[in-house]
């Protein structure tokens, strides 16, 4: 039984699947990673307020140095490529968990308006310089206070599973996103074969920053409640994919073989890491969720 229930569907009863640390090192604790009974999401445990949790995020979670525009619009190809390929005819864009804004400095200024939500101060007001101090709000999407029907499109890049109440966040963005506006979100696969094979070694578990594990099909259901319609998903993600996996395994082999053999098993391995994640997320395995979703 946990102390609050399940944001997305109210249970109050889950079962312990595996454990987890902390991979930037920030706490010894280990952390539970628990499945809802009911809707089968994951969740990490135990809960944490916004205030406890922000002491496991380091000053440089979100970078702190200061690119050239070609960088940033180099590092966010993979999001703008995906969002261009949503054909959308422009105007007002919020971006939830912008970070520094690198995604909308990516944009086309002539064709998008951007707006940021960042809960990190220092990440914002870097945002804030780049954008402008009316264009970046300091705190959490519900706090933003924005006019209803506000926006085109709405965008969550690998924020929604930080949250404590996804469903809130979700529902605060069908409010403000106009009928038939888009929505885009980018998770980690809680159903991928990386999160099956490595489980509280997973390195896209990020415990306990991450609060929230979502499937495709978990996420589907929430979004179908909240407002919303997926028209478009893919499971590939240069970005992430095969790191996450370097990584895992790296982290796998440190606690089982932490000796001059699992470090020579790891280097092996090395060839192998691309073209096996390409095949499993081309059998929708992979270890990313990225989603276009209408407004309806």
Known sequence: ????????????????????????????????????????????LPEMTERELARFYPADYWGDEKPSLDWIKLSQKEKTRFF?????????????GCGAGFFLRALDPKKWNCYGVEISREAALLAACALGDDQVFA?????????????????????????????????????ILKTGGTLIVQVPNAASYQARWFRGHWFALDAPRHRYHFNLKTLDHLLRETGFE?????????????????????????AE?????????????????????????????GATITLAARAV
């Open 230 to 254: 997926i028209y478009r998903a893919t499971f590939f993600s240069k970005a992430h994919n095969s790191h996450a996996l370097r990584q895992s395994l790296k982290a796998r082999l440190r």
């Open 139 to 175: 705190g959490v999407l519900k706090e933003a206070l924005y006019e209803k029907s506000f926006f085109d499109a709405v965008s969550f890049w690998s924020a929604l599973e930080h949250t404590n109440e996804p469903r809130a966040s979700l529902v605060e963005a069908r409010r």
């Open 1 to 44: 039984m946990n102390e609050s229930p399940c944001d997305l569907c109210g249970s109050r009863s889950a079962r312990e699947l595996y454990t987890a640390r902390d991979r930037l090192g920030n706490s010894s604790a280990e952390f539970h990673i628990s499945q809802c009974l009911k809707c089968g999401v994951l969740r990490t």
């Open 257 to 285: 073989q932490p000796t001059s053999f699992g470090r020579a098993m790891f280097l092996l391995s090395i060839p192998f890491v691309r073209p096996v994640d390409w095949l499993m997320s081309a059998l929708r395995q």
């Open 84 to 96: 261009d390929g949503c054909r959308l005819a422009g105007g007002r864009i919020l971006d939830v």
